[in-house]
């Protein structure tokens, strides 16, 4: 009787300590460092253009830069970098086989671009990282070099826009690009002449697009976020307190357990006495998909209610478990029959007889939290 209520007391003692597996909390706009070769990306897509040439001002043409007339065909390759989460570079190479209307007349203007822009993803800005966010929307700022291939002429140009990505996976995606280039007027491989020009948007070349297209993440495509150190050291304390208090309650559980056991000490121990000590299985606990014990010290319960099933000539029943968030039924079923097979026969190491041993498994459950409390095997006195 002594061992038995020893044995059931810290039993409660370990399975009240156990501490909930949870994640460690992190701060929401801060992330580790990555390397240099980490958060690179390609691109390639298909776009729309609209030529806007300085010389349609003042020339008595629709002012519309969307007009039929202007839509032609590009393409475009680029190759970018994420810094941060928030900010980022991005070389882009594109291509139009264009025209341009001069004089109430169409003419050819192929021409390229070579740009440098600067990303900013408002999305991890204002509402943190989160590598599976399905939509980023990242407006751009830059500039580079055109060349007009019709005309073999090169100059400066700035360039803005908005960018949106699509995640498919973690290293594929969608991209849809809305643009707009500045050009110097004689882009279009005509000098500015005589017309006057009112603003900066009417001296000037400029250009228009919508471009749709694939996106590449390469080798290492996301951030690891920073721990919060406050926190965690809030969580810790507030963890040793309630072990404390429960440990506190386990003493107290203790100290009304021997002074039961004080008052029955002189009595015999019949069947009647063995059931009411039969509520509190211990646990035998396993790592997952393995039927080996994880850790040797959950025995040590185990051994003291050994000792009391071979003085006491009582039969126990080991019943094992599995988690039902990993695994197929059948497969969770077999696993938790071999869990409850090795404590079994780690009680016949201890001394139990065999045949009064009986083993049940209970295949894949969900009854504790978190779900690797479910991976184990139960003792107890049989009814």
């Given at each position: 009787?002594?061992?038995?209520?020893?044995?059931?007391?810290?039993?409660?003692?370990?399975?009240?300590?156990?501490?909930?597996?949870?994640?460690?909390?992190?701060?929401?706009?801060?992330?580790?460092?990555?390397?240099?070769?980490?958060?690179?990306?390609?691109?390639?897509?298909a776009d729309w253009n609209a030529f806007y040439s300085n010389e349609e001002h003042g020339s008595g043409l629709s002012r519309?830069?969307?007009?039929?007339?202007?839509?032609?065909?590009?393409?475009?390759?680029?190759?970018?970098?994420?810094?941060?989460?928030?900010?980022?570079?991005?070389?882009?190479?594109?291509?139009?086989?264009?025209?341009?209307?001069?004089?109430?007349?169409?003419?050819?203007?192929?021409?390229?671009?070579?740009?440098?822009?600067?990303?900013?993803?408002?999305?991890?800005?204002?509402?943190?990282?989160?590598?599976?966010?399905?939509?980023?929307?990242?407006?751009?700022?830059?500039?580079?070099?055109?060349?007009?291939?019709?005309?073999?002429?090169?100059?400066?140009?700035?360039?803005?826009?908005?960018?949106?990505?699509?995640?498919?996976?973690?290293?594929?995606?969608?991209?849809?690009?809305?643009?707009?280039?500045?050009?110097?007027?004689?882009?279009?491989?005509?000098?500015?002449?005589?017309?006057?020009?009112?603003?900066?948007?009417?001296?000037?070349?400029?250009?228009?697009?919508?471009?749709?297209?694939?996106?590449?993440?390469?080798?290492?495509?996301?951030?690891?976020?920073?721990?919060?150190?406050?926190?965690?050291?809030?969580?810790?304390?507030?963890?040793?307190?309630?072990?404390?208090?429960?440990?506190?309650?386990?003493?107290?559980?203790?100290?009304?357990?021997?002074?039961?056991?004080?008052?029955k000490k002189d009595e015999p121990v019949g069947k009647n006495d063995v059931k009411t000590y039969t509520n509190t299985p211990?646990?035998?606990?396993?790592?997952?998909?393995?039927?080996?014990?994880?850790?040797?010290?959950?025995?040590?319960?185990?051994?003291?209610?050994?000792?009391?099933?071979?003085?006491?000539?009582?039969?126990?029943?080991?019943?094992?478990?599995?988690?039902?968030?990993?695994?197929?039924?059948?497969?969770?079923?077999?696993?938790?029959?071999?869990?409850?097979?090795?404590?079994?026969?780690?009680?016949?190491?201890?001394?139990?007889?065999?045949?009064?041993?009986?083993?049940?498994?209970?295949?894949?459950?969900?009854?504790?939290?978190?779900?690797?409390?479910?991976?184990?095997?139960?003792?107890?006195?049989?009814?």
């Amino acid at each position: 009787m002594k061992k038995l209520i020893i044995a059931l007391a810290m039993c409660g003692l370990s399975m009240s300590a156990m501490a909930q597996e949870t994640t460690d909390p992190t701060l929401k706009h801060s992330v580790a460092t990555n390397s240099f070769w980490s958060n690179w990306f390609l691109q390639a897509g298909a776009d729309w253009n609209a030529f806007y040439s300085n010389e349609e001002h003042g020339s008595g043409l629709s002012r519309s830069p969307f007009k039929k007339f202007r839509a032609v065909p590009g393409f475009s390759v680029g190759v970018g970098k994420w810094f941060t989460p928030g900010l980022g570079l991005r070389t882009k190479f594109s291509g139009v086989w264009g025209r341009t209307v001069v004089d109430e007349h169409k003419h050819k203007n192929n021409y390229w671009t070579l740009n440098e822009h600067i990303l900013f993803n408002l999305s991890n800005m204002f509402c943190g990282y989160n590598e599976t966010r399905v939509w980023n929307a990242i407006p751009f700022l830059g500039g580079g070099i055109n060349r007009n291939c019709s005309y073999d002429r090169y100059n400066m140009n700035l360039a803005a826009g908005f960018l949106n990505t699509f995640r498919l996976s973690k290293h594929f995606g969608l991209y849809l690009e809305l643009g707009w280039t500045y050009a110097e007027s004689d882009f279009d491989g005509v000098e500015a002449g005589g017309t006057s020009q009112k603003s900066l948007w009417e001296g000037k070349d400029n250009k228009f697009y919508a471009e749709v297209g694939m996106q590449f993440n390469l080798g290492k495509s996301t951030w690891s976020k920073t721990p919060d150190v406050d926190a965690i050291k809030a969580l810790s304390q507030s963890q040793i307190e309630a072990l404390n208090a429960e440990l506190n309650d386990a003493k107290a559980e203790n100290t009304r357990l021997k002074s039961l056991l004080a008052a029955k000490k002189d009595e015999p121990v019949g069947k009647n006495d063995v059931k009411t000590y039969t509520n509190t299985p211990l646990s035998v606990f396993f790592n997952i998909n393995k039927a080996t014990i994880a850790s040797r010290k959950d025995l040590v319960n185990v051994e003291n209610l050994a000792e009391y099933a071979k003085d006491n000539k009582v039969n126990l029943v080991v019943t094992g478990y599995a988690d039902s968030s990993t695994g197929s039924a059948a497969y969770n079923q077999k696993l938790s029959e071999r869990r409850a097979e090795t404590v079994a026969n780690e009680l016949v190491k201890m001394g139990v007889s065999r045949d009064q041993i009986t083993t049940e498994g209970m295949g894949g459950v969900k009854e504790l939290s978190p779900v690797s409390y479910n991976r184990r095997a139960t003792v107890k006195i049989a009814d």
